[in-house]
């Protein structure tokens, strides 16, 4: 099971980003996907989750802000992020249900 993000990057207050997860070694289409994200110096948080129907979920804190979506033909998962607030200044993870991870994004969000 390899999860590998890609996307992040340093973006000014109010900017938008777009993540993503490509997933290999497992039925994608199965698996409920997630995001997470550590701060420094706090723990790791739940973000968001997509299952492989398309149902969602967020964490009130990005709620209205972030879209997560998948595309199972490509096999990755995507975390648009909108709005972007200097709290959102992370490392982003993906998840597999299974407890699969991969090994983080940096998001930083400053002017």
């Known amino acids: 099971v390899q999860l590998v993000e890609s996307g992040g990057g340093l973006v000014q207050p109010g900017g938008s980003l777009r993540l993503s997860c490509a997933a290999s070694?497992?039925?994608?289409?199965?698996?409920?996907m997630s995001w997470h994200r550590q701060a420094p110096g706090k723990g790791r948080e739940w973000v968001s989750s997509?299952?492989?129907?398309?149902?969602?979920n967020y964490a009130d804190s990005v709620k209205g802000r972030f879209i997560i979506s998948r595309d199972n033909a490509k096999n990755t998962v995507y975390l648009y992020m909108n709005s972007l607030k200097p709290e959102d200044t992370a490392i982003y993870y993906c998840?597999?249900?299974?407890?699969?991870w991969g090994q983080g994004t940096q998001v930083t969000v400053s002017s």
């Open positions: 997509i299952f492989g129907d398309g149902r969602t």
């Open positions: 998840k597999s249900s299974g407890d699969y």
């Open positions: 070694g497992f039925t994608f289409r199965n698996y409920v």
